[in-house]
């Protein structure tokens, strides 16, 4: 929290601002440092023991809901969402709940006007996407390989997929070179959008929405503000890097140039993508709706549809149109994609590219086992057969995930939301979107 701490004091002094919520941001560091110093010395006091798979993962789990928690502090502090008629209760969980959207980078907001927001609380929104992305590749580098279940495994010690080569030797040493793509990335994202004429406050934060997959912007219409083709260029492009696997960008840095073609995940993922926003681009620019049609350009249905695709595909979840004017084909193309998510080991959510091709391969293989009784069908990924503990856990996971979601749509359902909004609003959190459809579209909040 120190960052956000130097960003209010910048503005306190040379940007000449009074409201700068310095002091909410000084106490809750200082709150969060004396509760860690005494979680440390006390840990420190007891005698050490090997910690097992599930206490990890018990551990990590538990992690980012006390993360959320102490995130929470600053909204809390600095009475961001103060408003006649609300407790200090409903504050709180707004306050949480905007904190634990921002480290999951799920995206969804209940703050019903940002701008007027000071640049600190913008700065800390956007921060907590940019940590908890990376965050994210990391325990599932570090943690996930050893717990085998839930179709986990998938994510191997630093080569996502089931693969069995690896980045380096030691997993520290590869959460490190990930850790240094994704600052690379950033880096460039952020000089790239100065040069389209953001300013480096704003370009910062944006790329954490960005490379996090998180979609925290700092202006009320997000990306949309801009109106700039180049922008739009330049957010899609990261967009669909934040994506991909991280282990094919470092292979690529190495000079490993065929490395993203030779990934069966990767070809998936772009031709799922390609199609997604042919077919988007075709609806919008040739279907009416309520007796217009929504692009008369090929051009800008194209324009359009190429980021909306990208957002919701990787999860990231910045808006350039409101999608819920298109027609119904391109809205339930959206919906889909919601599902799928981006590749694995990368900072998009949803239930990831590789387990939907995995799916489909033995649907296929079912399929021709039909036909051909005796015939032995291993399914392959990048040249290698897959494990049939593998494909197990890949099934268990996607009926867990379709199981989870039928139930909360159900229970948003009964707590009076329509069926669209309440199946839009549980995937949107589920798949870490954040906009959906219905009363938290692209142009709605969380916060009813």
Known sequence: MLLPVAVALYYQIWGGQTETDLGAFVFSAVLTLVVGLILRFSVRRQQQQELGIRESFAIVALGWV?????????????DVFEAEGRTQWIEFSFSYFESMSGFSTTG????????????????????????????????????????????????????????????TPRITQTAKLLW??????????????????????????????????????????????????????????????????????????????????????FRFYSLVIGVSIVLVAWNTSNFRVDGQIPYDSTWQSLRYATFQVLAIITTTGYGTADFEKWPYLSQFILLTLMFYGGCAGSTGGGMKQVRFLLLIKQSGAEIKRLLFPHAVLPIRMNDRIVPSEVMTNVLGFFFFFIGIFAIVTCVMATLGMDLVSAAACTIATMGNIGPGLGSVGPTDNYAH
């Open 108 to 167: 969804a907001t209940v703050l019903t006007e940002i701008e007027h927001l000071s640049h600190a609380v913008l700065f800390w929104r956007s921060f907590s996407h940019w940590l908890g992305g990376m965050g994210i590749v990391v325990f599932a580098v570090a943690i996930l390989p050893m717990l085998g279940v839930g179709g986990m495994q998938l994510f191997r010690a630093e080569a996502p997929g089931p693969q069995t080569e690896r980045l």
């Open 180 to 265: 240094g793509v994704y600052v690379l990335l950033s880096v460039i994202e952020t000089a790239l959008l100065m040069f389209g004429g953001m300013s480096f406050f704003d370009a910062l934060c944006h790329t954490f929405g960005t490379m996090a997959t998180g979609g925290f912007s700092t202006k009320n219409l997000s990306i949309a503000h801009y109106n700039s083709v180049y922008v739009d260029m330049v957010v899609c492009c990261f967009m669909f890097l934040a994506g991909t696997n991280f282990a094919l960008h470092y292979r690529m840095l190495r000079g490993d140039f065929k490395a993203y073609f030779q990934d069966t995940e």
């Open 66 to 78: 006390i993360v959320a928690l102490f995130g929470a502090f600053p909204y809390l502090i600095a």
